[in-house]
């Protein structure tokens, strides 16, 4: 059976944003202030390296209701016992990815347009990482920024929830919701912020507000 999930606060680690304090760490201090999942992102790590901040992320947020979602590497997300994968659209096709992981892990999608979204199949897919909503140095290689219109329509041609991403910070909550979003990915709202809780804290606040 799949873990549910909660899109409303999704942080999305960055290796290099998060040195100072460490990846695992961060994470901790965010869920402690309300962020519901967590994913372990890092291009340059490779696979052996995933796993073991994986498993430290897995005993990290043990216990706090959070998911750990593994990008790309399905192997490595195997060996952790992730909640799932994320995957993008440049990487290993979905029906590919569904039949490494099996039928009880969470599969997220990006998209970056509505046609993809709308291809979406949701009996493959659990969640689409929506957008970029803006340009973000977190991520080079992103398309072009579509705006909180681009994501309306994104979210609008989906079948699946989706969580918007893109520079995304507390002063973009309102918009993100009001375009269908099921809440925001954030890497530098969160990742290397002086208190990563308290960063937290903020987003979390006003997503409750907006969704009570």
Same mark, same amino acid.
């Given at each position: 059976m799949k873990p549910s999930f909660d899109l409303s606060l999704y942080l999305v680690l960055d290796p290099g944003l998060c040195a100072g304090i460490g990846m695992v760490e961060t994470a901790r201090r965010a869920v402690a202030g309300g962020a519901t999942m967590v994913q372990l992102r890092d291009k340059e790590g490779g696979t052996a390296a995933m796993v073991e901040t994986g498993l430290a992320l897995k005993a990290a947020l043990?216990?706090?209701?959070?998911? !750990?979602? =593994?990008?790309?590497?399905?192997? #490595? &997300?195997?060996?952790?016992? $992730?909640?799932?994968?994320?995957? /993008?659209? %440049?990487?290993?096709?979905?029906?590919?990815?569904?039949?490494?992981?099996?039928?009880?892990?969470?599969?997220? !999608?990006? =998209?970056?347009?509505?046609?993809? #979204? &709308?291809?979406?199949?949701? $009996?493959?897919?659990?969640?689409? /990482?929506? %957008?970029?909503?803006?340009?973000?140095?977190?991520?080079?290689?992103?398309?072009?920024?579509?705006?909180?219109?681009?994501?309306?329509?994104?979210?609008?041609?989906?079948p699946v929830p989706a969580v918007a991403i893109g520079g995304l910070k507390v002063d973009h909550v309102a918009q993100t919701l009001a375009a269908g979003a099921k809440g925001l990915a954030v890497v530098s709202a969160i990742c290397g912020q002086p208190d990563p809780e308290a960063a937290a804290r903020r987003l979390r606040a006003e997503i409750d507000r907006l969704t009570r």
């Open positions: 043990a216990g706090s209701g959070a998911r !750990l979602i =593994v990008n790309d590497d399905v192997a #490595a &997300a195997v060996e952790i016992g $992730a909640d799932g994968v994320h995957i /993008g659209q %440049g990487d290993m096709s979905v029906i590919e990815a569904r039949a490494l992981i099996g039928p009880e892990m969470l599969l997220g !999608l990006s =998209v970056e347009t509505p046609d993809l #979204a &709308a291809r979406v199949d949701p $009996a493959m897919v659990d969640y689409v /990482g929506a %957008g970029p909503v803006f340009a973000t140095p977190t991520k080079t290689d992103h398309k072009t920024p579509v705006g909180f219109d681009g994501l309306a329509a994104q979210v609008a041609a989906c």
